[in-house]
């Protein structure tokens, strides 16, 4: 299968960790990368590789793989972090990166 | 600093054809793959197209495979994308993605601010 699949919405409090995942059998193969959108705003890179934080990405980000789930965590979750986050990976035949999860929708309490 | 700019995008009848171009700088552009993804309103991300740094190797997702044509011009550091035989469901914002490889694996690392392609009669 080359699909990614990813929980509609979480949750967390203000300061508090909060764990997204993805789960796809490519991603036994392949590492995730992790994407931010905030509403009207195109989607912003937060985790590549194995746990990679581009320049700019706060450290409160990273990233994590256990078989076929990788997980974005946020550690001390902040009020800028409500947004969408997409996980996306090559399609399992590994050709191209044509695989997005279907999006977390992300709330700060 | 790399920008991409996409243009292009705007009403388009159903059976239709648009043009979309991106416009990169800031960067090597013939050393990249580059990527359009595009999002219907109110939905998720969807991977549209791919095509290598010297065009070699051009991918399609099956929703537009047949329909739609991606092309760059790395002498004028520009992506194109033509949409053939519109159809409603091709109604989103199109972005255009440069696309990093290297030993942390695949992603992409810039977009630019998208162009909406709206799709009725």
């Known amino acids: 299968s080359s699909e990614l699949t990813q929980d509609p919405a979480v949750s967390v409090a203000l300061g508090q960790t909060v764990r997204i995942t993805c789960q796809g059998d490519?991603?036994?193969?392949?590492?995730a990368s992790w994407y931010q959108q905030k509403p009207g705003q195109a989607p912003v890179l937060v985790i590549y590789?194995?746990?990679n934080r581009p320049a700019g990405i706060p450290d409160r980000f990273s990233g994590s793989s256990s078989g076929n789930t990788a997980s974005l965590t946020i550690t001390g979750a902040q009020a800028e972090d409500e947004a969408d986050y997409y996980c996306?990976?090559?399609?399992?035949?590994?050709?191209?990166?044509?695989?997005f999860g279907g999006g977390t929708k992300l709330t700060v309490l | 600093e790399v920008q991409l700019v996409e243009s292009g995008g705007g009403l388009g009848k159903p059976g239709g054809s648009l043009r979309l171009s991106c416009a990169a700088s800031?960067?090597?552009?013939?050393?990249?793959?580059m990527n359009w993804v595009r999002q219907a309103p109110g939905k998720g991300l969807e991977w549209v197209s791919s095509i290598s740094s010297t065009s070699t190797y051009i991918f399609y997702a099956d929703s537009v495979r047949g329909r739609f044509t991606t092309s760059r011009d790395n002498a004028k550091n520009s992506l194109s994308l033509e949409l053939n035989s519109l159809r409603a469901e091709d109604t989103a914002v199109y972005y255009c993605?440069?696309?990093?490889?290297?030993?942390?694996?695949?992603?992409?690392?810039?977009w630019g601010q998208g162009t909406l392609v709206t799709v009725s009669s």
């Open positions: 800031g960067f090597t552009f013939s050393s990249y793959s």
């Open positions: 490519s991603l036994r193969r392949y590492y």
């Open positions: 993605a440069r696309q990093e490889s290297n030993n942390w694996g695949d992603f992409f690392d810039y």
């Open positions: 996306n990976s090559r399609d399992i035949s590994g050709i191209h990166l044509g695989v």
């Open positions: 590789g194995k746990n």
